[in-house]
């Protein structure tokens, strides 16, 4: 090797174990300031437990519905009403949750959507039609595959009123049996702890913000102030931008780890887990080319980068190669053992999850860009309604996002 190779190999790999320094203290700072929901005490907040509608989008979800519905009917919860939306589904999905409604009438509502009206993405108008048909002061959002252990709710429910939050998100715990698959899931929740920047949640002014689409506890009255899901018609991440609108438009908003009080399968396996950002990772960087590209270079780079300087460089490569190396498989097998009950071997992986999460992401912009479309579950949507339904980071300015925690006051 020349040279200028080992001194710009060596100034690569130094860039690269800033970088894992740096997200080892975020994962750190985030580690310390997210509770675990298993932890709360379920016990009623001083005014008696406030009125819950969980509503529950659905599109060919026949395999996965009727647990996940039941699951939330069995909730210990004293006040709760669930409203499941059947989003034209062609595989039995609004037959079976007909039949739930048969046995639960006094705690279930159907909604059945017959046609999609233009300039919605599908389960956007669900979610949409589902809040219309809401009456509880919190809204729950949540997916058709979901499973609730019977005191999710009630300690979600005691957590967010005891910190005064307007919208509460939890991390579910994805089950993912293979270590390949772990590791792509945990690769993917590294990444996007980084984008989201939960450890600001509790300060007041800062660019955080969280979204989850498997449980978004939300005050009614914020949700109906922030636009809800009709300022986000054509949001293709709508869980996340949910998160983002709500937080820059003032509502206090924490997050949790659910643990196994809340379980879904991404994915089965790695394979299926890749194609399934297909459809939404050019979503994830608002369609914009030179953004999908340093994505793609940054996660392939900081995933292989420590490797090839412990196998080709010199002895200042070499060393921050293995300073980079062991704290990148320190931050993604522990988020593994944090999300899915990894064994924290699938740290180890990234030099694989990393390259293949680049290409799915820029396999989504070639084939979005290439077709001038993205189809989700059967609809099409062209891609320059998508681009201008998006909604942007950069035109949400963090000046109004609050805190709620004491210490930063």
Known sequence: MTAWASLSLAAASALSAIFWARTALRALATDRLVDDLAEV???PPPGGWPSVTAVVPARDEAASVERAVRSLLSQDYPDLAVVAVDDRSEDGTGEILDRLLAEAPARLHVVHVRALPEGWLGKNHACARGAE???????????????FAPTALRRAVAYAEARGLGHLAAVPHLVAPGLL??????????????WMRPWELRRPGTAGFV????FALVLR?????????ASLRLEAVDDVKLGLVLRRSGVR????????LLSVRWAPGFCASWRGLLKNGFAA??????????ACVSLAGLSVLPWVSLGLGAAPAKVLGLVSALLSSIVVGTTARRISGGRGTEGLLLPVAGP?????????????????????RGTRYPLEALRRGCIRRRSLPAHRAVGWDPRWW
């Open 221 to 229: 009255e914020a949700y109906r102030k922030a636009g809800g899901h």
């Open 181 to 194: 698959e772990r590791a792509f899931v945990a690769t993917f929740a590294t990444f996007a702890n980084l």
């Open 285 to 294: 960087v608002e369609y914009r080319w030179p953004a999908a590209l340093l």
């Open 41 to 43: 005490a379920p016990e």
């Open 356 to 376: 293949a999460l680049a290409a799915a992401l820029l396999a989504s912009a070639a084939a979005a860009s290439l077709r001038a479309h993205v189809t989700w």
């Open 133 to 147: 048909a809401a009456q509880g002061r919190y809204l729950l959002f949540t997916d058709g595959d979901v499973v």
């Open 211 to 214: 979204g989850v689409g498997a």
């Open 253 to 260: 908003q924490g997050v949790v780890r659910a643990g196994s």
